[in-house]
Nanobody
Framework: QVQLVETGGGSVQAGGSLRLSCAAS????????MGWFRQAPGKERESVGR????????YYANSVKGRFTISRDNAENTVYLQMNSLKPEDTAVYSC?????????????WGQGTQVTVSS
């Protein structure tokens, strides 16, 4: 059983930066594809991006491409989401998730989420 815990959320002004961390424990978290998702009030949860187990394959939503960077440190069982040039529309609860396959499959494990608030 893989446990995921997100940290690093908070409140920043537009144009600022935050780095979110997702610490994994249990199971074999280094073998999983890891994804970041976000959900704003009244909206559906959407994918922010994902990173393969090796760290070589990444995907980003068009809305964050060029501003956000996903990385992972398998030795520490931690995935990061570096968020730069933040905009008010980035305000949401951000969650990390894990699945075995990079392209398909159910996101099996989820963290509790961390709030990111960007003010203008």
């Amino acid at each position: 059983q893989v446990q995921l815990v997100e940290t690093g959320g908070g409140s920043v002004q537009a144009g600022g930066s935050l780095r979110l961390s997702c610490a994994a424990s249990g199971g074999t978290p280094s073998s999983y594809t890891m994804g970041w998702f976000r959900q704003a009030p009244g909206k559906e949860r959407e994918s922010v991006g994902r990173i393969g187990w090796s760290g070589d394959s990444t995907y980003y939503a068009n809305s964050v491409k060029g501003r956000f960077t996903i990385s992972r440190d398998n030795a520490e069982n931690t995935v990061y989401l570096q968020m730069n040039s933040l905009k008010p529309e980035d305000t949401a609860v951000y969650s990390c998730a894990a699945r075995l396959n990079y392209y398909i499959g159910e996101w099996r494990y989820w963290g509790q989420g961390t709030q990111v608030t960007v003010s203008s």
